[in-house]
């Protein structure tokens, strides 16, 4: 992965958030305000928010 790739994992995602991809290829629009509103299309899941604090009871010890 190039540092900037590794550098954004590390950032707080903006509203909307443009999330570089692989180089020379678009990045990957992303929106977790989208969640909340009832007249987006649902993701079936994919489009999951939370924190790591949210997400470290499903991870297995490191």
């Given at each position: 992965?190039?540092?900037?790739?590794?550098?954004?994992?590390?950032?707080?995602?903006?509203?909307?958030?443009?999330?570089?991809?692989?180089?020379?290829?678009?990045?990957?629009?992303?929106?977790?305000?989208?969640?909340?509103?009832?007249?987006?299309?649902?993701?079936?899941?994919?489009?999951?928010?939370?924190?790591a604090f949210d997400l470290s009871p499903f991870s297995p010890p490191v």
């Amino acid at each position: 992965m190039g540092d900037s790739i590794l550098l954004r994992a590390c950032l707080q995602m903006r509203e909307p958030d443009l999330v570089p991809f692989l180089p020379g290829l678009p990045g990957i629009l992303m929106d977790p305000s989208r969640a909340f509103d009832a007249q987006a299309f649902p993701s079936c899941g994919a489009g999951m928010i939370g924190s790591a604090f949210d997400l470290s009871p499903f991870s297995p010890p490191v």
